[in-house]
């Protein structure tokens, strides 16, 4: 529409702005909003402008810088620190003619799978204010949930996309390990790729062309696609192979609403004409949390030595959250040798895994193991963090296992639960095999679509109409 001249990018931006000062009151999805920048952006772009993207606002997870705006993570620690550049992937935003608008809300330093932070208060799910929005990209899913911003840059260390977007009713992919460069801070991650929540797979998709490929002196990268994905999400994906599983990765109880999603969801692959089969998952009773904590952990770590660099301040107990400065004091009783035997443990317990693509082309599984917790279910500032750390775990137990084998997973919002709350379903991919599992993604929200489905403005604002 920006591009045929039917709307400027102005009025599309000043919808967003007049949307958030209605709504994030009642859902806390924005940490920082840049109005005046925005807008000046939008100015500049007009008709016929070529970039795939000019004229549409989005917002950023305060996970990565963005030049002028505050970085925070999330947490005291760092203050109102302004980074002055923006990161490769907020780069490749800009260069597609996206509007910043603002930074989402995140955990402290992104560790738990709800977004609560002490320093900005809770997010909500705006199709329940009593519920998560997931986390730890909860802001984003709740601004684009709510319909603030038609989409949201997010990141997923552990489940970080794909959680929110279970919750939200969204569709939330992680990529292949390598796929998005994590510059120019780093030269690769081993748990977290970037990516975005969406309402559509076609959305996800070209968003994904736009965000992936190789960046100078990136240490590792995922291979470029034969095509765009955009157009392999366009195409019908064949007559897969998928396997099936309720298996969690850890020990956890699973809701009867999340195995009837799977159910279902095996009903409709088969009528799309897919071979669909129940596997034994190779991951059960394999004993990875200890390393997966200890590797997760160190970059949390990290990221705390970082804001006390930029802030000059060292990280102390009063300037961040009682289960984060746990996990500090954990990672620092480490040795470098044991975390790179953790991720040796990792890796190995990866190649077993993976073998199990060899016979399928997909792996279906549900998205969360419960439907989305209550605000201050689960608590960073609690007696005993841990405890809600592991309560985190049982809540999540299907999605760290794929930043661990660096596969793409997608969330899928396929169905609705009689709670009234999305009800969606995770499918895993091959490595670096983004493409076939967007197609197959595509495929089924044809034939299940979600993208109309919406929270009522009535349950996010809490008003109710007079008639």
């Known amino acids: 529409m920006v591009k045929a001249g039917e709307v400027t990018s102005r009025e599309l931006t000043e919808a967003c702005f007049e949307r958030i000062e209605a709504l994030d009151p009642h859902v806390n999805a924005f940490v920082h909003l840049d109005p005046e920048g925005a807008l000046a952006t939008a100015d500049g772009i007009h008709a016929g402008d070529e970039r795939p993207f000019a004229g549409v606002p989005i917002a950023v997870k305060d996970t990565v810088p963005v030049a002028g705006m505050p970085y925070r993570l999330g947490s005291v620690l760092f203050g109102d620190f302004v980074p002055a550049h923006d990161a490769f992937v907020v780069r490749r935003l800009r260069e597609a003619g996206f509007v910043i608008v603002g930074k989402t809300s995140l955990p402290e330093f992104g560790i738990l799978p709800v977004t609560e932070p002490r320093r900005f208060g809770p997010t909500r799910n705006p199709w329940d204010r009593e519920r998560t929005p997931g986390g730890s990209s909860g802001g984003a899913a709740a601004a684009v949930a709510a319909g603030m911003v038609p989409l949201a840059h997010g990141s997923d260390g552990g489940g970080s996309i794909r959680i929110p977007a279970a919750c939200c009713g969204l569709v939330g992919l992680k990529p292949s390990r390598g796929r998005v460069s994590r510059g120019p801070e780093q030269g690769d991650d081993f748990l977290v ?37 955009a157009e392999t999400a366009a195409s019908e994906p064949g007559r897969l ?10 020990d956890a109880p699973v809701d009867p609403l999340c195995t009837r999603a799977v159910r279902d969801a095996t009903r409709l692959l088969a009528s799309l ?30 990221g705390m030595w970082f804001g006390g660099q930029v802030t000059g301040r060292e990280p102390s107990a009063e300037l961040v959250e009682p289960l984060t400065w746990s996990i500090w004091e954990g990672i620092r009783r480490h040795d470098p040798l044991e975390y790179l035997l953790a991720r040796t443990r990792l890796t190995a317990a990866s190649r077993e895994i993976v073998a199990l693509w060899d016979d399928y082309d997909a792996v279906l599984t549900p998205a969360l193991a419960q439907r989305p917790v209550r605000i201050g279910e689960i608590d960073s500032c609690s007696a005993n963090p841990w405890e809600d750390f592991h309560r985190s775990g049982l809540f999540t137990p299907y999605t760290a296992l ?57 349950a996010i604002t809490g008003s109710r109409s007079r008639s």
């Not at 990516?195 to 291979?223: F, M």
């Not at 192979?241 to 850890?250: C, D, L, Q, S």
């Not at 071979?275 to 970059?299: N, S």
Request: glycine share 10%; charged share 15%; net charge negative.
């Open 273 to 302: 004409g897919h071979h669909v089969e129940r596997v034994d998952p190779p991951w059960e009773g394999q004993e990875l949390l200890t390393a997966f904590t200890l590797v997760f952990g160190t970059p949390v770590a990290l």
């Open 402 to 458: 794929f930043n661990v084998t660096g596969q793409p997973a997608v969330s899928l919002p396929l169905f609705h639960g009689d709670d009234g709350l999305p009800l969606a379903v995770q499918l895993a991919g091959r490595p670096a095999g983004e493409g076939q599992l967007l197609s197959l993604a595509a495929q089924l929200e044809a034939a299940s679509p979600w993208a109309e489905r919406r929270p009522a403005q009535t």
């Open 241 to 250: 192979r998928i396997g099936v599983t309720t298996v969690p990765a850890i």
């Open 193 to 229: 790729q970037d990516g975005v929540l969406t309402r559509t797979v076609a959305e996800t998709a070209a968003l994904l062309d736009v965000l992936s490929g190789y960046e100078r002196g990136d240490a590792d990268w995922a291979p470029p696609p034969s095509e765009p994905f």
